[in-house]
């Protein structure tokens, strides 16, 4: 038979793991809510470069159409003379 004696370490010693085991999860991860933080940094960098690319291929196809009416301007003109 257990001694009273035991059977209450027993008990003391399985209150203490379970109370013990949420600070134990916590000190193996240190640091849960940082991991979303670069993600939403990565999407912004994205977000930052894909308007970045956009703007310059504008400004490319206004710089062109420019030229290409600068072009015609020219040929147009001595034909009216």
């Known amino acids: 038979m257990i001694s ?3 059977r ?3 008990i003391a010693l399985v209150s203490a793991a379970i109370g ?3 600070i134990s999860v916590m000190a193996a991860d240190p640091a849960p809510a940082a991991a979303p933080a670069p ?3 990565a999407a912004a960098k994205t977000a930052k470069k894909q308007a970045k690319k956009e703007k310059k291929a ?3 196809s206004k710089k ?3 030229k290409k009416a600068k072009a015609a301007s020219p040929a147009a003109a001595p034909a009216a003379q």
């Open 4 to 6: 009273h004696f035991t």
């Open 8 to 10: 209450i370490s027993l």
């Open 20 to 22: 013990l085991s949420p």
């Open 39 to 41: 993600a939403d940094q």
């Open 58 to 60: 504008e400004k490319k």
């Open 64 to 66: 062109k159409s420019k």
